[in-house]
């Protein structure tokens, strides 16, 4: 079995699974605050590198925003991954332990929040 590293990065949820794109922790830039985000967007990835092709071409001209989304960071100080993503996934344990698990997050490390920039439009 080879080890798995944790990553950061942007997340929506469709069908019960989950749509991604992340870097690795070690390779992330740190704010002067100890923060590690990744640099892409939401709508950035969606809409140019259409993150959701070839496996849901039903999402072709869907909007980035009609899904329920999310972000990690890191935080150097705290040793901690904060997740702020749309209320129905930070409410959902399946939902939860699917990012947990594609971003090789160790549970007692993630501090879910909701924030109202990932509320879903549809």
């Known amino acids: 079995m080879r080890p798995s ?3 950061i990065g942007i997340f929506w949820v469709y069908q019960q699974k989950l749509i991604s794109k992340s870097i690795l922790l070690s390779q992330a830039s740190y704010s002067s605050v100890g923060i590690a985000d990744c640099s892409f967007s939401h709508i950035d990835v969606w809409e140019l590198e259409k993150v959701y ?3 849901y071409p039903k999402l072709f001209d869907s909007e980035y925003q009609a899904l329920p989304r999310g972000r990690i960071v890191f935080d150097k100080k705290n040793s901690n991954f904060s997740m ?4 129905k996934i930070v409410r959902s344990k399946l939902h939860r332990r699917m990012v947990i698990n594609t971003f090789s997050l160790q549970t007692q490390k993630c501090i879910w929040r909701t924030d109202p ?6």
Do not use: G, K, M
């Open 53 to 55: 092709l070839p496996e």
């Open 5 to 7: 590293y944790p990553r």
């Open 84 to 87: 702020f993503a749309d209320r």
């Open 117 to 122: 920039h990932y509320v879903v439009f549809s």
